[in-house]
């Protein structure tokens, strides 16, 4: 059964440093597209970015994201990473990783996982 | 760059015929097919519904179709079920690489 799970969320201050992870089970990562998607509390989804599909090494990222944000893959994990510097108060939301094994449709979706930016 | 336009609500009853507007630009619903819909029930993650403007995944049901014309894209619910009350958002690649959503349309069935 294909399943994406989703870690590393947490609370941390304006300005810090936080790392997702996304762990795929039953399939291969580097098969599809993977991406994350985000939702503010009551609000709608948001992308943030996200990483070609077979293997490919085109990335993606939305305006608010780039310079400050990055996506990885690590193949031999079967993860995928989002590393988010100079966190701000507005990137508090749930936070999914998604597949597409078509150009942008996200078929599988993980439980996400839950970050909060506070002082 | 600023979400896709939808209605933030919209109502049928019982066995009617529901559209859902996902209005864009020339920059991205208008031109390119890779627009998609997502239903989101409460406390759950999004489930794919119609990708590439109008293919269904398998497993969805066949009351669910999508269109588009110029720059707004639609998703028609036919023979509105109780179980289809939910949250429904589209989405569209874009020219400068990245990917928009739509505000959100919650669907009451009554």
């Known amino acids: 059964q294909r399943q994406l799970v989703e870690s590393g969320g947490g609370v941390v201050q304006p300005g810090r440093s936080l790392r997702l992870s996304c762990a795929a089970s039953g399939f291969t990562l580097s098969s599809t597209g993977v991406h994350w998607v985000r939702q503010a509390p009551g609000k709608g989804l948001q992308f943030v970015a996200g990483?070609?599909?077979?293997?490919?090494?085109?990335?993606y990222y939305a305006e608010f994201a780039k310079g400050r944000i990055t996506i990885s893959r690590d193949a031999s994990k079967n993860m995928v990473y989002l590393e988010m510097n100079s966190l701000r108060v507005e990137d508090t939301a749930l936070y999914y990783c998604?597949?597409?094994?078509?150009?942008?449709?996200?078929?599988?979706w993980g439980q996400g996982t839950v970050v909060t930016v506070s002082s | 760059q600023s979400a896709l336009a939808q209605p933030a609500s919209v109502s049928g009853s019982p066995g009617q015929s529901i559209t859902i507007s996902c209005t864009g630009t020339?920059?991205?619903?208008?031109?390119?097919?890779?627009v998609s819909w997502f239903q989101q029930y409460p406390g759950k993650a999004p489930k794919l519904m119609i990708f590439d403007v109008s293919v269904r995944p398998s497993g969805v049901s066949n009351r669910f179709s999508g269109s588009k014309s110029g720059n707004t894209a639609s998703l028609t619910i036919s023979g509105l079920q109780a179980e289809d009350e939910a949250d429904y958002f589209c989405s569209s690649y874009t020219g400068s690489d990245t990917l928009l959503f739509g505000g959100g349309t919650k669907l009451t069935v009554l």
């Open positions: 998604a597949t597409d094994a078509k150009f942008f449709s996200f078929d599988l």
């Open positions: 020339n920059s991205d619903v208008g031109a390119y097919n890779f």
């Open positions: 990483m070609d599909y077979a293997g490919g090494t085109k990335t």
